[in-house]
Structure formats: structure tokens, C-alpha cells
């Protein structure tokens, strides 16, 4: 195919591409939607119409070369193709974490200087006017929802159809001027500018050229074969760089399908519906999907329930190898095909999985039981490493190469390097070209012959040439015995449990390990019910005593695990206390892709780690929480702490190195 | 005030839907309305409010069409109003939502709003059941209808799921939506707030706003919660032991002396 000469073919931008694809895929589905309960399709040509005349009428509004335009919702059709028109007029589109607080929207809209906002419906617009005396650049707004929007003030406000619509009026003034921007944008123009959510400090944006994303693109979807035919569903926030490469970059590139849920309620249904043939997710939703399982056939019947088991236990034993093509035996093949009939043929349909090629789980360490639980019903279930600066490819797993605890190989055309303290280098033509306005960033964290340090340890292992991630490379410590202290390991053993949703260990250079624990409110709660215990708030079932005694238990049998393991043994739970709320982005305990902020939480919950350290059995503590409006509060409670069994560690003593 | 008024937020007002003149309602020796008057006028929130037992949802009824005052004359569109049956008031554009939830709790969602439609549905029962032709026509023009009310107070994750199943505030909202359904044009709410929590208090107060906005509906309703009352409505009547006691905008009604004892209190002599 014309494909695999990018750069020489022209396709150097991502109107370019479309170009290609509304010409040669012209009546090929590319975005569908949910939308008044029926899947609305839009073919390549309409959608290429739709873009050009979002395109000249952003013109039509003044919009200029160099402009940032932020773009501010859910995955939906229209802001994707606000992101393409807004490159086509030469413009740099931002999307926004759309769960953003004010303050948090804010500081990116200013340190863009964005010029235009692109925002889905009233609450978004409402939060933008709410920071307006902020954004001294702030010129137009324009929003796609119209509802409730009729008393607003509409000097500087638009509609998104009546945008497109004066662009058709305006095609004969403007269209010259669209052609010639488009024709201006080479592979080093700027394609998109994305924030890095960042589990320390404030936001930087992360500029990608269109060389970044299309060859990103390019490669990746060559390693995994994707074709036009792909159906993926686009779920994931649009501001970051995973949605973008495959929502934007892959669909673009191979002209696939991009298919957008209904509202953010209704995913799972619409996943079913979709059943994509490619699938990307962070490991939160594979282990959200897993404990709904779980639940679901606990309140089964007792036959189900035992063929449940009975096919999984035998789909753990061989399920993995017969994906991986190694050799099983005929009776278990064959077996393995009967539960494919009555167990995890009707499961996968029910997950939405039925039709999945290739599916990737990142952005986190997947706990390996979650992973091979996958696997072994046949899915599969792929790891790569990336990150926003790489354009997100750094490393993948090949068909047949996939292992839980490692990354993969790297991607084509990244070269990968450890350096002496063990962090993780790598340089590919993915690379990003700056952090926006902070030389200073951009200096410490790529060199002048482009190699990006990843800020996270691991190593390649000698035999198969795989990456192993060992941690963040600054979460990596030492305890004050000099054992290595890798706090992730740990929790995402813990988090492995349904019950257990998120867990924190604290213990660099002390002399043992304490934990905070996040209780799994749907999995608890269901549990509470089936055991007749009454509840009335998280914070009351955090703190039932059954509940703190089933932690203790699942504590305890992580520690005998991570006992087993002689680098990591000193990291076993001494204390443990059940945190009185979740954590949080709102209130800056998680990154928007919920990533734990070690350090805040730290900071924040200071007082309870020295009541884990200092012996005693109860804390009462004062938390301040915001609310999704923005407003603050305080919850009180009084913690218990726990003791959990440790197994004796007897020979282990890392020499540091 | 023939010609309506214009809000304070500047939305029109027309003129008006719906007179209430000298209307008495009694229940045997119980006086439950006494020589009550005041007007609905289109495209405006109108709330009644006043202490328990003051005869609100009695004059709800009387709106609807479900009582027949013994004294006075209930105006719609100018006509005086005869005895209807409940779908004869529901043909004339008017729809309701209930204080205590009147679903079909076996039913899921869409088939309780679908039940919004009935009055538009005109093939007969044969030819639904054969679902051919002109029925699955009809289904599916008003199955469009009913979609939109659903995008529109954001329910489609629960479209398909029982009612039975729902947590309160969600009925409530099932509620409004089948009465958005039948597209009225008066939209009668008894207390649509009713324990609620702040959050479901906020969302459906939205929703009633989103309503009258974007629909124009003229929208009466009771309600018990003063802060919500003040907030949605542009014009309030207050009663009390089934009497009249100040009617106006909210600012003229919360500094009216005789709805502020009722409120709060006053030595009875």
C-alpha cells in the first residue's frame, strides 16, 4: 500500500491524511456515535465536509496561524474533528482533561495562552467564564451542546453548528486561505499540545510534531497489523497522548473506525454493542471489569457458579499457552474448546471482548493475576510502556511474546538505554519537541542527541530482550536495613484483591513498611449486603471491623507472596489503616489518570503514617476534600490501625550499589 | 397585566394559560380551598408553596382537572373547564409528575416513557401487536421523541434497566421525563423535590429550568423547600389553611408579613 511511504506520499499532516482517506476510503464508517439510542455514522467524505467547514469557519471567526485552541469534553465526533480542523487552519489544538477543575483549567488555558476554546456544553463553558478575568487571551468560545445556553451572552460565544454553518456560507472567501494553510503544515509543524497530568508538580505541555504522531502511528500500527477495518471505542479522556494516537494518529493512519459512547454511564453497554477489534484501557478498567465479574457470579447460582470455576481454573492452566501458540494437549485443547462454548465465549461477550485482535492495557502496572485472568480466556491482552514525551510508544510485547511482568521489546525505530542508576533512556523519531515555554524542563529531561530519561528504573533482561520496569526511578528507595524498597510491587499485589482498590506503602529508610488502604466501595458494599451489615457512608464501611479483618487477611497473604520474592522482602506490611476516603484528583491525591501523587499524600495524610510508625492504635484525623463544584469541606474520623503478620525475612541483604 | 411581563433574567412571558376564579373545594365539612384566585401565565414557572396541610396538592387537583371546586371556575385557554377524565385532561397538553412516584415499577425505563406517547399513538391494538406497517412507523416517530427526553435529562444508562431497580432521585427523574413525553404545554409537578438530597435537589432544578427554557413550557409546581421555590420560580402563591395569602414575585413574597408567620409562627389568640 501506499502507506508505508509516509513522508514521501505526502501524508505529513492529519489533514492530509484525511484527505487520503476521503478520497480512498470514502464510504468507510469513521466515527460513530451514540446519540438518542441508535449508532450515528459518518463516513470518511462526510466527515472530511464537516471538518473543512469547522475549518473555514474557525477562519471566519479570525482564528490564526500559531493560535492555541482548547478543547474541553468528552469523546465525541465533533471535538476530535475540532482537534484535525484547528490543525488545518494552522492552529495548535490543546484538549483538556474534562474533569478539570477551574483552578487546574485555569493554569493550562493561560499558559497557553489559548486564544479559542472549544468546549462540549454548558458546565464546561460555565467553568471557563467562572476563570475568564484569568485569560487575558481568551478571544472566542465556542460550545456543541446548546442546551441551557440560550440566556447566555453570545458576543463571544458561538454555537459549533452556526460556526460550520458560516463556514459553508464563507467557503468562497475563505477556502483559498484554508488551502493554503493546510498546504503550509509540514512533518515539523506542531500537531497537537498536550498536559502531562504529572504525579509532581504543575502541568507542562508536551508539544508533538506531526512527525511524532504520524510516524508513532505508522510504526505502531504496522507492528500490530491494524487495518482500516479496526473498530475501536473511544473512551478514554481526549487529553491524553494514548486517546490521541489511537482515536487521531491510528484512525487516521489506517482509516479506521472511531466509535464514541453514549455518555460516560453508559460505556460498558455500548462497549458490548461495539464489541471493538482493538481495545486500549488502563489497568483500573480490566480490574474494574474483573471485580464486576467476580461480584456478579457470586450472587449466581450454585451451578454456574462451579462451571464458572471449574473452566476458569482449567482456562488458567492452559488458556495462556494456547493464545501464545505453545504446544497443549489434544484433551485439554479440547476441553478448553468446550468452555470456550459455555464459559468464556459468552463471558467475552458480555465484556464487550468478543471480537478484540489486539488489546493494550498501560498508562500503569497491570497486577499479573488481572493480566493471565484475561489471557487465558483468550483475549489478547498486550502491555506496552510509553509516555506522553515518547508519543507513547517506548516498548510493546509481540504476539507470543506477552508476559505479565514485563514490557516488551522496544517499538520499531526506538533505541532504548539504561543508564548507571538504572533509569530508562530511550530516543525514537516519537520524541517530543519541547515542553511549551520551560526550556529548563525541556533541557534536564532530553539531551541534545535526543535521548529522554523516563524517570522510571528497570532493566532489560538478558535472555529475552524484554524491558522490566521496576518503578518510578525517585519512588525507588532504600530501607534503612538497605533492601530495595519498591513500593508499586507491593500495591498492585494488594490492589489485585476486589476489595482493594487502591493502596499506598510508605517505608523508604525506615525500618518496615505501612500501608494505606482504599476499600473497593462497589465490591465491599456488595459484600456488606450479602453478609447482613449495615452502612451508611464509606467511611462507616472503611471502618467495620469484618472489613478491616478481611484487609488484615488479604495483608497478610501479600506478604507471604512478596516474602517469596529475595529483592523485594523487606517490603512486606508490618501496619496497615483503611484511609476514611478515597483518594482523589479533586483533591489532588491522584493525577486525571489516576495515578497516586506519593508525595501529596504523603504531605497530606502525614499524621496517620506517624500514628503506623509510632505504635499507637487509633488516630482521629481531619481531611479537607473538594467537591466536584469546586467548594471544600472537611471529613473527620477516628482511624484503627492494624497489625498484620509478617513472615520472618532471614537471608536477605541487598548490598547497595 | 393582560400583555405578560418580562423575567428578571429577560425571558417574555405571555399571557394567561390558565385563571383560577373564586375557587372553594370541599371534602364534606372540610373546607380544603377557600375563594382562592390567581392565574398561570405561558411560559413561566409558577410554584405554590405553603405549610403542610395547606391545601396544595388539593389545588394541584383542581388544576388538573381531577377535583371539580364546588364554587368558583378553573379558565384553560380561556374556556371554562367542564369535568375530564384524567386522559382528557392529558389530550388538552396538560401532563403531571406525582408526590409519591406513579411508575410502572415492573417496567424499564423506556417503556415508562414510552407510556408518555400513548395519547399520540393511534393504531389500534391488532396492528401493534403485529407491529407492521403504520405501527412500527408509529413506534418509531415516537420512539425518537422519547429518545430526545432521555438525551435530554441525561438517563440513557438506565434505559433499558427496570424501574424497581432505580434509587429515588432517579424516578423522580423517570417521572418527569415520561411527562415530557406527551410534549405538554402546562407541566404540572407535585413536589418534585421531595426527599431529595442537595445534589438531586440541584440536578433536578437544572433540569426544570433546562425545561422551561429550552421547550417553553409553562411549568406549575408545588414544593415545600423555600430555598429551591425562591430560586426556580418567577411567580409564587402561597397558601394557607386552604386560604390565599400572598402571591407575587419571590422577593414580594418573602417579605410579605403574612407568609413570613405562616412560616415561622405566630400566636394564635
Not at chain 1, 453497554?269 to 461495539?274: G, K, N, P, Q, V
Not at chain 1, 494456547?322 to 479440547?334: A, H, N, Q, S, T
Not at chain 1, 463544584?629 to 520472618?648: E, H, Y
Request: proline letters at 3%; a negative charge.
Amino acid at each position: 500500500m501506499a502507506q508505508t511511504q509516509s513522508g514521501a506520499a505526502g501524508l505529513q499532516s492529519l489533514s492530509a491524511l484525511l484527505e487520503r482517506n476521503a478520497t480512498e476510503f470514502a464510504d468507510q464508517p469513521a466515527y460513530r456515535e451514540k446519540e438518542f439510542g441508535i449508532w450515528q455514522c459518518w463516513t470518511w467524505a462526510e466527515t472530511a465536509k464537516e471538518i473543512e467547514a469547522l475549518a473555514l469557519g474557525l477562519i471566519n471567526l479570525g482564528v490564526q496561524e500559531g493560535d492555541f485552541i482548547a478543547i474541553i469534553g468528552r469523546n465525541r465526533p465533533y471535538l476530535y474533528w475540532s482537534m484535525v480542523a484547528a490543525q488545518s487552519v494552522g492552529a495548535i489544538p490543546v484538549p483538556v482533561y474534562n474533569d478539570s477543575a477551574a483552578e487546574e483549567l485555569a493554569y493550562v488555558l493561560d499558559h497557553c495562552g489559548a486564544r479559542y476554546v472549544i468546549a462540549e456544553d454548558q458546565e464546561q463553558v460555565d467553568k471557563v467564564l467562572e476563570i475568564q478575568d484569568q485569560l487575558h487571551d481568551l478571544k472566542h468560545m465556542i460550545y456543541l451542546d446548546p442546551r441551557g445556553m440560550r440566556k447566555y451572552d453570545h458576543h463571544t460565544l458561538h454555537q459549533y453548528s452556526h460556526v460550520q454553518e458560516q463556514g459553508r456560507a464563507a467557503y468562497d472567501e475563505w477556502i483559498t486561505d484554508l488551502k493554503e494553510r493546510r498546504g503550509k503544515l509540514t512533518y515539523d509543524s506542531t500537531c497537537v499540545m498536550l498536559y502531562t497530568s504529572g504525579t509532581t508538580g504543575k502541568p507542562k505541555g508536551v508539544v508533538l510534531s506531526n512527525r511524532n504522531v504520524v510516524e508513532s502511528a505508522k510504526n505502531s500500527a504496522d507492528f500490530d497489523g491494524l487495518t482500516r477495518s479496526e473498530d475501536i471505542l473511544s473512551y478514554l479522556p481526549m487529553a491524553w497522548v494514548g486517546d490521541f494516537i489511537f482515536s487521531i494518529g491510528q484512525a487516521y493512519w489506517c482509516g479506521f473506525c472511531v466509535n464514541c459512547p453514549e455518555s460516560q454511564d453508559t460505556m460498558m453497554t455500548d462497549l458490548r454493542e461495539i464489541g471493538p477489534t482493538y481495545f486500549f484501557a488502563p489497568p483500573r478498567v480490566f480490574e474494574g471489569q474483573l471485580t464486576s465479574v467476580m461480584i456478579r457470579m457470586e450472587d449466581a447460582g450454585a451451578m454456574k457458579r462451579k462451571m464458572f470455576h471449574h473452566f476458569l481454573a482449567h482456562a488458567k492452566k492452559v488458556g495462556g499457552d494456547i493464545l501464545d501458540g505453545k504446544p497443549v494437549g489434544l484433551m485439554d485443547r479440547l476441553k478448553y474448546k468446550l468452555g470456550d462454548i459455555l464459559v468464556y465465549g459468552p463471558l467475552k461477550d458480555t465484556l464487550g471482548y468478543g471480537r478484540i485482535r489486539v488489546g493494550y492495557t498501560a498508562g500503569e502496572a497491570i497486577g499479573p493475576e488481572i493480566f493471565d485472568f484475561y489471557r487465558s480466556l483468550g483475549i489478547n491482552l498486550k502491555q506496552l510502556y510509553g509516555q506522553t514525551e515518547a508519543t507513547v510508544f517506548i516498548t510493546v510485547q509481540p504476539d507470543g511474546e506477552v508476559r505479565a511482568d514485563t514490557v516488551g521489546v522496544p517499538a520499531p525505530d526506538v533505541e532504548i538505554r539504561i543508564d548507571d542508576n538504572g533509569e530508562i533512556h530511550y530516543r525514537s523519531p516519537g520524541v517530543f519537541v519541547e515542553y511549551y515555554k520551560n526550556a529548563e524542563s525541556t533541557a534536564s529531561t532530553k539531551d541534545a542527541e535526543g535521548w529522554v530519561a523516563t524517570g522510571d528504573a528497570g532493566f532489560i533482561e538478558s535472555d529475552s530482550g524484554h524491558l522490566r520496569i521496576i518503578d518510578r526511578a525517585k519512588d525507588v528507595g532504600k530501607m534503612a536495613s538497605g533492601a530495595m524498597f519498591a513500593p508499586k510491587y507491593v500495591e498492585n499485589k494488594l490492589k489485585f484483591y476486589p476489595d482493594i482498590l487502591e493502596a499506598v506503602l510508605f517505608g523508604n529508610g525506615k525500618d518496615r513498611c505501612v500501608a494505606f488502604i482504599n476499600i473497593d466501595l462497589t465490591a465491599v458494599g456488595n459484600w456488606a449486603e450479602r453478609n447482613n451489615i449495615a452502612y451508611a457512608s464509606y467511611q462507616e464501611l472503611a471502618g467495620h471491623p469484618r472489613v478491616l479483618e478481611s484487609i488484615r487477611q488479604h495483608v497478610e497473604e501479600v506478604n507471604k507472596s512478596v516474602a517469596a520474592d529475595e529483592m523485594l522482602s523487606g517490603c512486606q506490611v508490618h501496619r496497615f489503616v483503611v484511609l476514611h476516603k478515597e483518594l482523589d484528583a479533586d483533591d489532588g491525591e491522584m493525577t486525571r489518570t489516576r495515578k497516586v501523587r506519593r508525595r501529596i499524600v504523603e504531605e497530606k495524610f502525614n499524621d496517620i503514617i506517624t500514628a503506623l510508625y509510632d505504635g499507637s492504635e487509633k488516630i482521629s484525623t481531619t481531611t479537607e476534600v473538594t467537591y466536584e463544584d469546586g467548594r471544600k469541606g472537611a471529613i473527620s474520623a477516628t482511624l484503627t490501625i492494624v497489625d498484620a503478620k509478617v513472615v520472618p525475612v532471614t537471608t536477605q541483604q541487598v548490598a547497595a550499589e | 397585566m393582560e400583555e405578560g411581563y418580562v423575567t428578571e433574567d429577560g425571558r417574555k412571558i405571555g399571557g394567561v394559560v390558565m385563571e383560577m376564579k373564586n375557587i372553594t373545594l370541599r371534602f364534606g365539612g372540610v373546607v380544603a380551598i377557600k375563594d382562592i384566585s390567581f392565574d398561570i401565565r405561558q411560559g413561566e414557572i409558577r410554584a405554590i408553596i405553603g405549610p403542610n396541610g395547606a391545601g396544595k396538592s388539593s389545588m394541584l387537583n383542581v388544576i388538573s382537572g381531577f377535583y371539580v371546586p364546588q364554587e368558583g371556575q378553573v379558565l384553560y385557554q380561556g374556556k371554562p373547564r367542564p369535568q375530564m377524565r384524567p386522559y382528557e385532561v392529558a389530550r388538552q397538553g396538560i401532563a403531571r409528575t406525582f408526590q409519591n412516584i406513579a411508575l410502572f415499577e415492573g417496567m424499564s425505563v423506556l417503556d415508562n416513557v414510552m407510556t408518555g406517547r400513548l395519547n399520540y399513538m393511534k393504531t389500534g391494538l391488532f396492528s401493534q401487536a403485529l407491529w407492521k406497517g403504520k405501527a412500527e412507523k408509529e413506534e418509531t416517530e415516537n420512539r425518537e421523541v422519547v429518545e430526545k427526553v432521555i438525551d435530554f435529562l441525561e438517563i440513557q444508562h438506565i434505559r433499558k434497566t427496570p424501574v424497581a431497580r432505580l434509587p429515588y432521585g432517579l424516578k423522580k427523574r423517570v417521572e418527569l421525563a415520561r411527562a415530557l413525553a406527551a410534549e405538554p404545554s402546562l407541566l404540572l409537578l407535585d413536589e418534585p423535590m421531595a426527599g431529595m438530597n442537595v445534589e438531586e435537589k440541584e440536578d433536578m432544578s437544572r433540569f426544570i429550568l433546562d425545561v422551561n427554557d429550552e421547550f417553553g413550557t409553562t411549568i406549575a409546581l408545588i414544593e415545600h423547600d423555600m430555598g429551591v421555590v425562591m430560586d426556580l420560580s418567577d411567580r409564587v402563591v402561597v397558601m394557607d389553611y386552604g386560604k390565599k395569602i400572598g402571591d407575587g414575585t419571590p422577593d414580594e413574597v418573602r417579605n410579605n408579613q403574612d407568609v413570613i408567620d405562616a412560616y415561622l409562627g405566630v400566636a394564635h389568640d
